[in-house]
T-cell receptor, first 111, second 113 residues
Framework: DAKTTQPNSMESNEEEPVHLPCNHSTISGTDYIHWYRQLPSQGPEYVIHGLTSNVNNRMASLAIAEDRKSSTLILHRATLRDAAVYYCILSQLLNTDKLIFGTGTRLQVFP | DAGVTQSPTHLIKTRGQHVTLRCSPISGHKSVSWYQQVLGQGPQFIFQYYEKEERGRGNFPDRFSARQFPNYSSELNVNALLLGDSALYLC????????????FGQGTRLTVV
């Protein structure tokens, strides 16, 4: 499975936008980009996924570089409840049965 | 609708003992995966089952085993527990394993002393 690289930690103030980067320079043409987040004392939860085009949903937006070697998860207005570890994961096709997690980015949100 | 449920939520075991962890997937989901999350790290894939058949296995010793029942619930068994097995064990379910998202339970916190 292709590897992803994320910063260990990021900080934001409440109600500000947050851009969480992910590098995946060895991504293959059939790899989907998934984002999950894990709130304290909970299991991971799905945030968003994409293949080539930018994606929006009620939780976040996913911006994918034209060469697909990097992507950015965008939280438009951070809240305290968005403080979590965010994982960027690649999977061949849509493959939810085996997710390869890295160490993720720990997002702190300050009031 | 109930999400993925795992039991027990916490347990403490002694080195050398055996443990069984249980997972009930979301109703209608046929795929169950197990993950181990050691403190400070991301979850690591252990097993995946679909329609009672093992579809995938991670890099874990044979002390780890699992099975899936006709109602799609699943058990993870760990024999001869080591201190290093102390972790949060997570179960995830999806309809087929080839879906847009997996749904995780809150996990079982296992402490081996």
């Amino acid at each position: 499975d292709a590897k992803t690289t994320q910063p260990n930690s990021m900080e934001s103030n409440e109600e500000e936008p947050v851009h969480l980067p992910c590098n995946h320079s060895t991504i293959s043409g059939t790899d989907y980009i998934h984002w999950y987040r894990q709130l304290p004392s909970q299991g991971p939860e799905y945030v968003i996924h994409g293949l080539t085009s930018n994606v929006n949903n009620r939780m976040a937006s996913l911006a994918i570089a034209e060469d697909r070697k990097s992507s950015t998860l965008i939280l438009h207005r951070a809240t305290l409840r968005d403080a979590a570890v965010y994982y960027c994961i690649l999977s061949q096709l849509l493959n939810t049965d085996k997710l390869i997690f890295g160490t993720g980015t720990r997002l702190q949100v300050f009031p | 609708d109930a999400g993925v449920t795992q039991s027990p939520t916490h347990l403490i075991k002694t080195r050398g003992q055996h443990v069984t962890l249980r997972c009930s997937p979301i109703s209608g989901h046929k795929s169950v995966s197990w993950y181990q999350q050691v403190l400070g790290q991301g979850p690591q894939f252990i097993f995946q089952y679909y329609e009672k058949e093992e579809r995938g296995r991670g890099n874990f010793p044979d002390r780890f085993s699992a099975r899936q029942f006709p109602n799609y619930s699943s058990e993870l068994n760990v024999n001869a527990l080591l201190l290093g097995d102390s972790a949060l064990y997570l179960c995830a379910s999806s309809f087929s394993g080839k879906d847009t998202e997996a749904f995780f339970g809150q996990g079982t916190r296992l402490t081996v002393v």
